[in-house]
């Protein structure tokens, strides 16, 4: 079964960027790290000292009573300027914990009479395609694309030659120690230099089980698999089913939408089949605890904490991590947000106390291995097919 990866890379910047002035600093770079440091904890989204927030545009730019923090009609006389240089009664003030270096003034000043925008981060901004991302294939040898553009144009930049095309030797080896961890077999090689069907070998290494083994390896270390409790006395637990069942997931070519639901609400389908079952494995993925000391609700909490910063990680691709203790600082998250997506991870029917048990409810049996799962689907077709026919041959004898 043929499968698709996709590589999604940002090639363009968001329109606010390319928009701004040259003397504009950078505002996730630069800006933004001084106003989470030394700004927001007292004009951040969870302080607002005299109605200030300084965590948004509408917030900075709020008429507070004939004077705003960053004014637009009028960037000179925004009060944010005006108070950070200010002897009397500056800003942050001199009791403050952390204050501004020279270099900081700085930025704030050139970003807020640059225009004070709040400009996105690239990751939350939609990629375009831009007007010089045409192909390109004048500078790589056998040819090309737009990726290759970029790539060409960097390496004129530092007057490098490009790598010569790999062998077809070379070639195979890649592609074989990508896909399957290990080198192309002899005969594998044999063929493909023959042939040189290049995509002839891919498919024959898709088409291998050591293809799913090894691209499990990736996912698994992801979810923080382990064959262990990972805590107290850290005994084997039966968990290696979910292993099983992400190996043939990806060895059948299961479609990544349902990759996704049927770990995170297998069991919530509708007539949920074994496969389901055994795929909501990943949120047991948690370390857990039957230490005497331990504290049920606590690490109930716990739990939760881990399930949900790993959900933010693998399927997000962002730490939630801060947002456990307060709003985000840098990412658009807040620390209400981080909680009631929490409340769903605390829906589980699972203790929060392993009893140090191989195996702890709720329980299903599952197949020992790949190899059973394709056995037990085979005869679990052949049973069904034989339930099918005699409910006809029923149903015949009843016309009669």
């Not at 056998?142 to 970029?150: K, V």
């Not at 077999?185 to 498919?203: H, I």
């Not at 589980?348 to 709720?362: I, K, L, Q």
């Amino acid at each position: 079964m043929p499968r698709f990866f996709s590589v999604f890379l940002i090639l363009a910047l968001s329109a606010t960027a390319q928009d701004a002035k040259p003397d504009a600093p950078d505002f996730a770079r630069e800006v933004l790290p001084i106003l989470s440091n030394k700004c927001f904890v007292c004009h951040g989204p969870d302080a607002e000292e005299d109605e200030v927030r300084l965590d948004s545009y509408e917030g900075a730019t709020v008429d507070l009573g004939g004077y705003k923090a960053i004014d637009p009609a009028d960037l000179e006389k925004s009060e944010l300027t005006f108070r950070i240089h200010d002897k009397d009664d500056p800003m942050p003030p001199e009791k403050a914990e952390k204050q501004l270096t020279d270099s900081e003034r700085d930025v704030l000043t050139r970003w807020v009479k640059s225009g004070g925008k709040y400009e996105k981060h690239w990751a939350f901004v939609a990629p375009e395609r831009t007007s010089n991302m045409e192909r390109s294939t004048s500078n790589v040898e056998g040819g090309g694309n737009e990726i290759d553009f970029f790539v060409g144009k960097r390496l004129a930049e530092k007057e490098l030659e490009p790598a010569k095309a790999a062998s077809p030797n070379v070639l195979a080896r890649r592609a074989a120690l990508v896909l399957t961890g290990l080198p192309p077999e002899p005969e594998q090689l044999e063929r493909f230099l023959k042939s040189g069907d290049y995509e002839a070998l891919v498919d024959e290494l898709l088409a291998s089980s050591r293809f799913g083994e090894h691209q499990a390896r990736y996912w698994l270390d992801a979810v923080r698999y382990g064959d262990t409790h990972g805590l107290h006395l850290d005994n084997k637990r039966g968990i290696f089913p979910y292993r099983d069942w992400v190996v043939k997931a990806l060895n059948d070519g299961l479609a990544f939408d349902q990759f996704i639901t049927w770990q995170l609400a297998g069991d919530l389908l509708p007539n949920p089949s074994l496969e389901h079952l055994t795929a909501t494995g990943y949120v047991r993925m948690n370390p857990s605890t039957a230490e005497g000391g331990a504290i049920p609700a606590e690490f109930q909490a716990k739990n939760n904490f881990d399930r949900t910063e790993n959900f933010g990680t693998v399927f997000l691709g962002m730490t939630l991590n801060c947002a456990r203790c307060h709003t985000h600082k840098y990412d658009p998250i807040l620390q209400r947000e981080y909680y009631e997506l929490m409340a769903f991870f605390n829906s589980t029917a699972e203790s929060p106390m392993d009893g140090n048990a191989y195996v702890y409810a709720p329980v299903i049996e599952a197949p020992g291995s790949v190899s059973d799962w394709y056995q037990w689907e085979k005869l679990t077709a052949e049973r069904d097919a034989l339930l099918t026919k005699i409910d006809e041959q029923v149903d015949e004898e009843k016309a009669v």
